[in-house]
């Protein structure tokens, strides 16, 4: 019977993953230009559904977060990934695994991409690269992907990875632009996973 993680700063995993076209891996110091880059090509994209995208960031503030999720990473608190294409080593988005319960294990996958990379699936490929880490590394018992209902992009990205819708939270929070929105609750659990009833 799997049990939670009483010590996570302890728990050992690698610090890169690669997938047939990417390379996932924490952000570091020095990571900023790029991820601002990204970030301010694709605000258009990211406003309606990412508090963090309201306004145009400077470098140096997106270098401060590379910093801080790096030591995020390091002390297991949050796990931010960045993921860029092997064949030129563009930046190509951010994910990641957050809210991480470790009494369970459980963790929630975000993710975004820049607006001149869709439609080539690396949000997709990123997304199972990361759900195999968690079942194997993490000790994973639930992983979630939470997604506002208007989010078709994102939704298709839930279901493309086979993850099943296990809940609708009507009403559930406030979106960016202060409308109410319903949550989808998108869940997988492990192979081997025996859920209770």
């Known amino acids: 019977m799997s049990k939670g993680i009483d ?12 997938t047939e076209r990417l390379i996932l891996r924490p ?9 601002n880059a990204a970030t301010r090509e694709s605000l258009d994209d990211l406003r309606p559904w990412m508090p963090w995208a309201q306004h145009v960031p400077e470098v140096e503030e997106t270098e401060a977060i590379c910093r801080r999720k790096y030591a995020e990473w390091i002390t297991r608190e949050d796990l931010m990934i ?8 563009e930046f190509v988005g951010g ?5 991480i319960n ?4 459980q963790v929630e996958i975000g993710y975004w991409r820049r607006s001149s990379m869709t439609g080539n699936g690396y949000v997709t490929e990123t997304v199972n690269a990361l759900t195999a880490f968690a079942f194997k590394y993490l000790h994973a018992q639930r992983i979630e992907i939470r997604i506002d209902s208007r989010n078709t992009a994102s939704i298709a990205v839930a279901e493309r990875a086979a993850y099943m819708l296990e809940a609708q939270l009507t009403n559930h929070d406030r979106a960016v632009d202060g409308s109410l929105r319903d949550t989808l609750v998108y869940v997988m659990f492990p192979p081997d996973a025996q859920q209770s009833s």
């Not at 960045?82 to 080593?89: A, E």
């Open 7 to 18: 010590t996570p700063i302890l728990l050992d995993f690698p610090e890169q993953i690669e």
């Open 27 to 35: 952000p570091k110091p020095g990571d900023g230009p790029a991820m």
């Open 95 to 99: 994910s990641g695994m957050h809210r």
């Open 102 to 105: 470790w009494a369970v294990p």
């Open 82 to 89: 960045t993921f860029w294409r092997k064949s030129d080593g």
